[in-house]
């Protein structure tokens, strides 16, 4: 127990205000530019604008469980906390990786008591709810689903690979987007004139600083926020009471180098890869050579790059253009034996040449088709004279029989049947080299014809 006073009430309450201004004094700009209203709330327009359906939701007190995924620094623990204000619900709030489930059954439980005895609903807010291991969200699943709680999870990482998908699918789930540089500009603006720390100082920013923060900062509130606290708090120590001047020079030391949006094992991975893909099979080499960089300034492992660019010179190139596979397989070497960051260079080379190639999935195609029917279609015997004849017993058997080689067939070289049944999978573009290689095709398929229809007819018996 406290030690008792002589007034006979514990006496860390005679310091519990100054304990309190004390824990505040430290709070971070980014803490304390937190709105209490939806009216100051900036961003996320998409779903909370006016008319927009968590808008409705929280202007009818109707909030069902939810779940805010985002990037770090869109607002998802600012905007559960406008909610705690907001709402006429009771309010509990908790990290996921810093309770278990003794905890979150013990706060079910006085949920459940609360809205028994004082018909108050509780609203748990579980931020970084991607940190629950699977038993851990099943835990929460009854009582979400029968609505004696409303859950607000909060996560940077995909939730349909990371929650739960039965709690997932009791719960709106709202995608939070990266902030506009407009909007960060007007967070930093309102945050010199609002905030008691910064509005009691003299303080003379350039336009061009706000401006490369917004830019700098990617969309991310805090990372903005922290530039600005950081350059003042600078600048403060260097002038005193004078005015705190900020310029862009002291704007790009505050922020050192741009914070790049990426998670090697998350969306950003996949999705970037995604329309690094895409770009090159659309032609488009300056997007192409954007994601590349993109990847690779941010860590990516250059050699996954490399396997992705191999891929798609088979994939989406192909005969159209038959030295991409070379080129393909010369970067994935260089890339493998030089290394970042040299391997920038050959990788770009590549993946440009890939970009401006023409195109053609033909042999993807054949293949494709040739494998959906082994696997599903009637299983094609090999020809007699195609078989091998080299055994002892082979020829007695038939094998080999009336087999030529193409060599060796001066008149009809073209008329040897090598399948046994009517059956087209690789069908030429007329994109590059495989238009020279759709002619020979259809010439050779058209001579083919002719020799088989000049043919004598099969006489019966």
Sequence with gaps: MPPQSPYNFPMEDLWAEQHRQRREGVRPLAVRMRPKTLETFLGQEHFLGPGKLLRRMLDADRLTSVIF????????????????????????????????????????????????????????????????????????????????????GATTENPYFTVNSALVSRSTLFQFQLLSEPEIEKL?????????????????????????????????????????????????????????????????????????????????????????????????PDATVYWLARMLEAGEDPRFIARRIAILASEDIGNADPQAIQVAAAAWELTERIGMPECKLTLSQAAIYMATAPKSNASAKAIWAASKDVLEGRTISVPKDLRDSHYAGAKSLGHGKNYVSPHDLTDNPDSVDYLGVDRVYYMPSDQGQELEIRRRVASVKTHAKSVKEDEPPELPG
């Design 69 to 152: 995924w985002g990037p770090p620094g869109t607002g998802k623990t600012t905007l559960a906390s406008v909610i705690a204000h907001h709402t006429g619900g009771h309010f509990s709030g908790a990290n996921a990786s810093m309770i278990g489930v003794k905890e979150i059954r013990q706060i079910l439980a006085e949920a459940t008591r609360r809205l028994e005895t004082e018909n108050l609903r509780t609203i748990l807010f579980l931020d970084e709810i991607h940190r629950f291991a699977r038993n851990q969200q099943d835990v929460l699943l009854h009582d979400v689903e029968n609505g004696l709680i409303t859950l607000i």
């Design 188 to 284: 930093i603006r309102r945050a010199l004139h609002d905030d008691p720390g910064l509005s009691d100082r003299e303080i003379r920013i350039d336009d061009e600083a706000i401006a490369h923060w917004a830019r700098i900062s990617d969309g991310d509130a805090r990372r903005a926020l922290n530039a600005l606290e950081l350059a003042v708090l600078s600048q403060s120590h260097d002038t005193g009471d004078g005015p705190v001047i900020i310029d862009l020079e002291c704007a790009q030391q505050s922020s050192q180098a741009k914070a790049l949006v990426y998670d090697g094992t998350g969306d950003e991975h996949y999705d970037v890869i995604s329309a690094f893909i895409k770009s090159m099979r659309g032609s488009d």
